[in-house]
């Protein structure tokens, strides 16, 4: 099984990117799927939880209101859009998936994928 996150890159304050997390060899249905981020210098931070047919979602409190994760399952695809980016969103983005949607949120997942920065700048 494997994660992998893209769509990172440099943006200016204001601006959107979308981030997308291509999974191989899951069931969807069956996985609780999140996206955390890590700043130099500083711990992992936990952005975003789905529950496996998306009925709930968690946001982080810095995060809340600006991004926004989705999934197609048909697809196989898990998606993180931010908008409103600000320089302290500046991070490498991770994803991560779990069968049990608690273990996501604590941020102790069965799976990590390979992460994708995001530079925020003017």
């Known amino acids: 099984v494997q994660l992998q996150a893209s769509g990172g890159g440099l943006v200016q304050p204001g601006d959107s990117l979308t981030l997308s997390c291509t999974t191989s060899?899951?069931?969807?249905?069956?996985?609780?799927f999140g996206w955390s981020r890590q700043a130099p210098g500083k711990e992992r931070e936990l952005v975003g939880v789905?529950?496996?047919?998306?009925?709930?979602?968690y946001y982080a409190d810095s995060v809340k209101g600006r991004f926004t994760i989705s999934r197609d399952n048909a697809k196989n695809m898990v998606y993180l859009q931010t908008d409103s980016l600000k320089p302290e969103d500046t991070a490498v983005y991770y994803c991560?998936?779990?069968?049990?949607?608690?273990?996501?949120?604590?941020?102790?997942?069965?799976?990590w994928g390979q992460g994708t920065q995001v530079t925020v700048s003017s």
């Open positions: 991560a998936a779990d069968q049990v949607f608690h273990n996501v949120v604590v941020m102790t997942p069965e799976y």
């Open positions: 060899g899951f069931i969807l249905d069956y996985y609780a």
């Open positions: 789905i529950k496996r047919r998306g009925g709930s979602i």
